[in-house]
């Protein structure tokens, strides 16, 4: 296993950041979120996992669409 420092990200600030110790950077990110994670898409709210050679991934919680029913 590896470490590896994830970043909260809203923007461009950092809002919190904890270590976690996982066998890759995406199951660091749900390590701590605790929730699905995707690549990151255009969102205000996502996660920077760095690496221990100092390379950056960028996540995203995985949010499902909500489906509306037009029909009511």
Do not use: N
Not at 10 to 18: D, N, Q
Not at 49 to 55: A, P, R, T, W
Request: net charge negative; glycine share 6%; charged share 30%.
């Amino acid at each position: 296993m590896a470490r590896y420092h994830v970043e909260e990200m809203y923007g461009e600030e950092v809002v919190t950041s904890r270590d976690a110790d996982a066998s890759d950077a995406l199951a660091a990110v749900e390590s701590i979120t605790g929730k699905a994670i995707s690549p990151r898409t255009l969102q205000q709210h996502w996660f920077r996992v760095i690496d221990e050679g100092g390379s950056a991934h960028e996540f995203s919680v995985d949010e499902d669409p909500q489906t509306v029913d037009f029909a009511k």
